[in-house]
């Protein structure tokens, strides 16, 4: 019989800021569990623990212990991107486990095994930067599936996939807990883990509590979002495509003609790799593409950059890569040096403590959690001002109580100021009455549905 794996009176900290107190928990080899909880109430720290980051690379282990049983743990992150090292997913899996010391000829063998059951074969060779974020942690899966470990912990590696991406992986990490391994894994959404998991943990202040059947069953059983929008009739335009086309190694879009609402919410939604992503990248000058696209009548690629971006932003899918500073109060220092008139000292405040950021202003921003750091990524961008948001992701990492602060954030900000803002998300609590309009992406074309 397997050995137990047991967090004993763990208590660990950032500074002076405990994240963890005195946490006890052990957790059945062999199973799948999954730990739920609000934004920062220290899943992560927890995750990052067990696989050996913290403190190594951060924080201090006041007191307490962790026990894996002697088990080999890999991780994977909510960014994917953040863990790959090479350029093509067939390079990653080799260096993984070159680093393993695993001999060469187990090499091929492992990697056929791994592409294989996470369906990647035709990804192998791509490169990495190029793909959508649900490929990315496809790709992810495997490189954990090739170095054979034992613990699989995995933090928020939903965020930012589509619906059937979700539940492909849900269904493979059940597959990997009926060949022996153990499966942690932390998510703020509940769909599709019914009849997976063997237990649900939910922290609540300094306890962790395992959730009872009748409980966890409850839990589980949520019903999907429904969506239902009007169609746009006669709307000034913000952007107007025509014989609009963009490609990454492949083609991704061909627009005939489209005109996107001013003033309004449009919601982007489409599978991962369709081109949501590399659409908003045309849109902020980083891909050339083909056609017309035009901004308020002026074509966006003749644009001078300079002027351009003094109207338009991207909220970018990771927030990390949008922080410049070291604290929350230096990184809003910067914004407000050009801040929105709407934000006066009183509604900044506000909002920080709206967002419940007002305690972490001398935090360093990458500490924070995944949810904190998108919540104050959000925050510098609205400061900004530009009346045009791109928005990739908003609400990936969030509890439902963050999604609300957020949304409510952003459609106070949106109806004081006129904003034009497109949304690309997979993740619909909370936006579905939100957004004014749908743009669904299939077969390479943008179209405006009403569900």
């Known amino acids: 019989m397997q050995a137990e794996l047991t967090i004993d009176h763990l208590t660990f900290s950032y500074g002076d800021r405990e994240v963890i107190r005195d946490l006890s928990l052990t957790l059945p080899a062999g199973t799948f569990s999954l730990l739920i909880g609000p934004t920062g109430c220290g899943k992560s720290t927890l995750l990052k623990i067990m696989a050996g980051l913290y403190p190594k690379y951060g924080g201090q282990l006041t007191s307490g212990q962790v026990s894996l049983g002697g088990r080999s743990q890999a991780m994977m992150f909510q960014e994917a991107g953040e863990q790959f090292t090479m350029a093509t997913p067939r390079e990653e899996i080799i260096f993984a486990m070159e680093n393993l010391g695993k001999s060469k000829t187990e090499f091929a063998d492992r990697l056929k095994l791994a592409s294989e059951f996470a369906e990647i074969d035709s990804l192998l060779d791509q490169k990495i930067v190029t793909m959508s974020g649900g490929e990315k942690q496809r790709v992810a899966l495997a490189v954990l599936v090739a170095m054979d470990v034992d613990l699989f912990l995995l933090d928020e590696p939903f965020a930012s996939v589509d619906p059937a991406t979700r539940r492909f992986l849900i269904g493979r990490l059940a597959k990997l807990k009926e060949q022996g391994k153990t499966i942690i894994i932390t998510d703020h959404l509940f769909d599709d883990y019914q009849g997976k998991v063997d237990g649900v ?184 001002g530009q009346e045009v948001l791109l928005i990739d992701e908003p609400l990936s990492g969030l509890d439902q109580n963050s999604i609300e602060q957020v949304v409510q954030l952003l459609q106070k900000c949106q109806e004081k100021s006129g904003q034009t803002i497109l949304l690309i998300s997979h993740q619909f609590y909370g936006i579905s009455t939100w957004c004014d309009y749908h743009l669904r992406l299939a077969g390479r074309e943008l179209a405006f549905v009403q569900d």
Do not use: C
Not at 279 to 285: E, G, P, R, V, Y
Not at 305 to 310: D, N, P
Not at 320 to 348: G, N
Not at 366 to 379: N, R, T, V
């Open 201 to 384: 943990y939910r922290f609540k202040g300094e306890q962790v509590d395992l959730l009872t059947k009748d409980e966890q069953a409850l839990l589980l059983a949520t019903e999907p979002i429904g969506l239902h929008f009007p169609l746009p009739e006669n709307e000034p335009a913000a952007f107007v495509m025509k014989n609009f086309a963009i490609k990454q190694g492949r083609p991704l879009l061909e627009q005939r003609e489209l005109a996107i609402p001013k003033g309004k919410v449009t919601l982007i939604t489409g599978p991962n790799g369709s081109g949501k992503s590399s659409l908003f990248k045309a849109m902020t000058k980083l891909l050339d593409y083909q056609g017309s696209l035009t901004w308020e009548g002026k074509e966006v690629a003749k644009l001078k950059e300079r002027t351009y971006f003094q109207h338009v932003a991207q909220i970018f899918q990771n927030a990390a890569d949008q922080f410049m500073a070291i604290t929350v109060k230096e990184e809003l220092a910067l914004s407000q040096k050009h801040a929105s008139p709407y934000f006066t000292p009183e509604v900044l405040d506000q909002a920080l403590a709206d967002l419940d950021l007002a305690d972490h202003m001398d935090q360093v921003v990458y500490s924070l959690s995944g949810g904190q750091k998108k919540k104050l990524q959000i925050l510098l961008m609205l400061l900004s």
